[in-house]
């Protein structure tokens, strides 16, 4: 069993890598759906605002493995791209990546990667940028999203000395509208152009904008054949601030938040260094081993307005992952906060058995505590403290088990989830500390199988929550693709089109407050059930592949907006064209 056979979610620390496929280069997400858009994949059960780019709804139910005081307060973190996240692509040729999808005149999402070799494949180049533009169908609803990324790889002659640097750019801007007023007539002719329907907010504006720098150092000790032991340092700098801002509160709305002034205003910033030194062994052959232990020195300086809070953490990450002949591979990662974050730490063991090409066995075991959010304890507007919590370290246990028959594509996961001191946004729009277990009890069963030119993924999950009034989230739902995969024109042309269905059960409304970027328990009636259903068409020749895309085809026989997000509609019927093109010199 080689080494990349073992699962391994741990960063790459920037090491190069050589794609197999460069056709299926794993840096730029590609669905066959949807693409562009990360909350509506099709085995995923976030939510959003109805908009592309918009504020993204992820239940919490695994812990982070970040530990160390966490800012908060963003909803756009799936459209983040992370200095953790970065590959080098390692080949012998440029390489470029682009692509593109529209919605109407100005509804866009466009993706381009570069990378480029120099001087015999010791120095890599990639560039990276990332653009979504979106008017959206209603009253200031524009999401405009922009990320910006570069590094460079570099070794020496003999490979002993490896470094990298990176810089990532995020900035998102979005127009809060509040959702729709609950007093609008959605069955007037007037609402059938959306633009007409009122909405709640007038005035609100989020700026979410993440600046990362990085610098990583690696040199190899030993150079024997079967194993190496290396040393390295890792460098970080991060600056993250988040404002929202409503020119003209209406106290109605904002309830307890309100203050009496002009505009309301939260801004948070975090200046954060990071520095790891680390120790590494690899070995190679039939059981080969990957063993990582560094100590991480992190300061967080966060601006809260007037309030001001210096953090110093000590964090200590210890990896290692080996196998055992061509069947077995275990893995275990564990880091511990040393400092003064009570007993904050994070435990995830795997066990990988693999036999032959038939049978996957995985068993994983995530044991957690983690200290609050820095915006569940603290909420700062126009400079003064409204709320100041001391809330206590929420603590994790989940055992995942999958069994998978290889041949048939068929896979059953079983996942175990107990909860402790729960987290979570009341109907207040106040945090709130659960005080009894939590759990969560899910299984999920995919299967994918083709008939000559027929191809069904099918993935259905059900779930048993003791508190679905705590933790919202669809007892079950349901993800059908169904589609003609065929190649005319002597192989040359490959042609797909068929239907997608995506269907959430019943559950009890979540609701989103722009003022403090959070998804909360609302008092209004549950999310009731639709059939969200797309039908595709995709042609591909060699490295090129357009798409035209019909989008929730159900809603051409209803006049009322379908809302996942209480008082959020999703988009009415559409049509999305785009394209993907590999070029390689």
């Given at each position: 069993?080689?080494?990349?056979?073992?699962?391994?979610?741990?960063?790459?620390?920037?090491?190069?890598?050589?794609p197999?496929?460069?056709?299926?280069?794993?840096?730029?997400?590609?669905?066959?759906?949807?693409f562009?858009?990360?909350?509506?994949?099709?085995?995923?059960?976030?939510?959003?605002?109805?908009?592309?780019?918009?504020?993204?709804?992820?239940?919490?139910?695994?812990?982070?493995?970040?530990?160390?005081?966490?800012?908060?307060?963003?909803?756009y973190?799936?459209?983040?791209?992370?200095?953790?996240?970065?590959?080098?692509?390692?080949?012998?040729?440029?390489?470029?990546?682009?692509?593109?999808s529209?919605?109407?005149?100005?509804?866009?999402?466009?993706?381009?990667?570069?990378?480029?070799?120099?001087?015999?494949?010791?120095?890599?180049?990639?560039?990276?940028?990332?653009?979504?533009?979106?008017e959206?169908?209603y009253?200031?609803?524009?999401?405009?999203?922009?990320?910006?990324?570069?590094?460079?790889?570099?070794?020496?002659?003999?490979?002993?000395?490896?470094?990298?640097?990176?810089?990532?750019?995020?900035?998102?801007?979005?127009a809060?509208?509040?959702?729709?007023?609950?007093?609008?007539?959605?069955?007037?002719?007037?609402?059938?152009?959306?633009?007409?329907?009122?909405?709640?907010?007038?005035?609100?504006?989020?700026?979410?904008?993440?600046?990362?720098?990085?610098?990583?150092?690696?040199?190899?000790?030993?150079?024997l054949?079967?194993?190496?032991?290396?040393?390295?340092?890792?460098?970080?700098?991060?600056?993250?601030?988040?404002?929202?801002?409503?020119?003209?509160?209406?106290?109605?709305?904002?309830?307890?938040?309100?203050?009496?002034?002009?505009?309301?205003?939260?801004?948070?910033?975090?200046?954060?260094?990071?520095?790891?030194?680390?120790?590494?062994?690899?070995?190679?052959?039939?059981?080969?081993?990957?063993?990582?232990?560094?100590?991480?020195?992190?300061s967080?300086?966060?601006?809260d307005?007037?309030?001001?809070?210096?953090?110093?953490?000590?964090?200590?990450n210890?990896?290692?992952?080996?196998?055992?002949?061509?069947?077995?591979?275990?893995?275990?990662?564990?880091?511990?906060?040393?400092?003064?974050?009570?007993?904050?730490?994070?435990?995830?063991?795997?066990?990988?058995?693999?036999?032959?090409?038939?049978?996957?066995?995985?068993?994983?075991?995530?044991?957690?505590?983690?200290?609050p959010?820095?915006?569940q304890?603290?909420?700062?507007?126009?400079?003064?403290?409204?709320?100041?919590?001391?809330?206590?370290?929420?603590?994790?246990?989940?055992?995942?088990?999958?069994?998978?028959?290889?041949?048939?594509?068929?896979?059953?996961?079983?996942?175990?989830?107990?909860?402790?001191?729960?987290?979570?946004?009341?109907?207040?729009?106040?945090?709130?500390?659960?005080?009894?277990?939590?759990?969560?009890?899910?299984?999920?069963?995919?299967?994918?199988?083709?008939?000559?030119?027929?191809?069904?993924e099918?993935?259905?999950?059900?779930?048993?929550?003791?508190?679905?009034?705590?933790?919202r989230?669809?007892?079950?739902?349901?993800?059908?693709?169904?589609?003609?995969d065929?190649?005319?024109?002597?192989?040359?042309?490959?042609?797909?089109?068929?239907?997608?269905?995506?269907?959430?059960?019943?559950?009890?409304?979540?609701?989103?407050?722009?003022?403090l970027?959070?998804?909360?328990?609302?008092?209004?009636?549950?999310?009731?059930?639709?059939?969200?259903?797309?039908?595709?068409?995709?042609?591909?020749?060699?490295?090129?592949?357009?798409?035209?895309?019909?989008?929730?085809?159900?809603?051409?026989?209803?006049i009322?907006?379908?809302?996942?997000?209480?008082?959020?509609?999703?988009?009415?019927?559409?049509?999305?064209?785009?394209?993907?093109?590999?070029f390689?010199?």
């Amino acid at each position: 069993m080689s080494r990349d056979t073992i699962i391994d979610d741990q960063p790459a620390y920037f090491s190069p890598f050589q794609p197999k496929n460069l056709s299926t280069i794993p840096t730029i997400t590609d669905s066959i759906i949807i693409f562009y858009d990360p909350a509506k994949t099709q085995f995923n059960e976030k939510r959003h605002l109805g908009n592309l780019g918009s504020a993204v709804y992820t239940p919490l139910v695994t812990p982070r493995k970040q530990l160390g005081i966490q800012l908060g307060g963003s909803p756009y973190d799936d459209y983040r791209f992370d200095i953790q996240d970065f590959k080098f692509l390692q080949i012998k040729a440029g390489y470029t990546d682009l692509n593109f999808s529209l919605t109407g005149q100005v509804n866009a999402a466009f993706n381009a990667l570069f990378s480029r070799n120099f001087s015999k494949d010791r120095l890599n180049f990639v560039f990276r940028y990332h653009r979504i533009s979106q008017e959206g169908q209603y009253q200031r609803q524009t999401n405009k999203n922009t990320l910006l990324s570069t590094g460079a790889y570099w070794s020496s002659k003999n490979k002993k000395l490896r470094s990298a640097w990176m810089f990532n750019s995020n900035l998102i801007t979005q127009a809060d509208n509040g959702g729709i007023r609950p007093d609008a007539d959605l069955l007037t002719a007037a609402s059938q152009i959306r633009n007409n329907i009122p909405i709640i907010f007038q005035n609100h504006v989020t700026k979410d904008h993440n600046l990362q720098y990085a610098l990583y150092n690696q040199y190899r000790l030993s150079s024997l054949q079967q194993s190496n032991v290396y040393v390295f340092n890792l460098t970080q700098y991060d600056r993250m601030s988040y404002l929202h801002e409503d020119r003209r509160p209406d106290s109605l709305i904002h309830r307890d938040y309100f203050l009496g002034r002009d505009s309301l205003r939260l801004q948070l910033k975090n200046n954060k260094w990071k520095t790891e030194f680390g120790v590494g062994i690899t070995t190679k052959g039939q059981n080969p081993i990957n063993i990582r232990s560094s100590l991480v020195l992190q300061s967080s300086h966060i601006v809260d307005r007037l309030y001001q809070d210096r953090i110093t953490e000590l964090i200590s990450n210890n990896y290692i992952s080996f196998a055992l002949g061509q069947k077995l591979g275990i893995r275990a990662n564990l880091k511990a906060n040393l400092s003064g974050a009570g007993s904050e730490f994070y435990l995830d063991g795997k066990l990988h058995y693999q036999q032959k090409e038939k049978w996957l066995l995985l068993t994983q075991v995530i044991a957690s505590t983690q200290q609050p959010l820095y915006t569940q304890n603290n909420i700062v507007l126009n400079d003064r403290l409204l709320s100041e919590s001391k809330l206590a370290n929420q603590k994790y246990f989940i055992v995942n088990g999958l069994l998978s028959y290889l041949p048939w594509k068929l896979r059953i996961n079983y996942r175990s989830s107990l909860l402790r001191d729960y987290i979570y946004w009341n109907t207040d729009r106040k945090p709130q500390q659960f005080d009894k277990a939590l759990t969560l009890q899910e299984i999920d069963l995919r299967f994918q199988t083709k008939w000559k030119f027929l191809s069904l993924e099918s993935s259905v999950k059900y779930r048993i929550i003791s508190h679905p009034d705590i933790l919202r989230i669809p007892q079950f739902e349901v993800s059908e693709l169904i589609y003609v995969d065929s190649r005319l024109f002597k192989n040359n042309l490959q042609f797909k089109t068929g239907f997608h269905l995506r269907m959430l059960g019943p559950y009890q409304a979540l609701a989103y407050y722009p003022t403090l970027g959070i998804f909360y328990n609302s008092d209004q009636s549950g999310y009731q059930s639709y059939p969200d259903i797309s039908y595709f068409v995709e042609f591909r020749i060699s490295r090129f592949k357009l798409f035209i895309l019909m989008q929730n085809l159900y809603n051409y026989q209803s006049i009322l907006p379908e809302i996942e997000i209480d008082r959020y509609p999703q988009f009415d019927q559409r049509m999305r064209i785009g394209f993907r093109w590999i070029f390689r010199n």
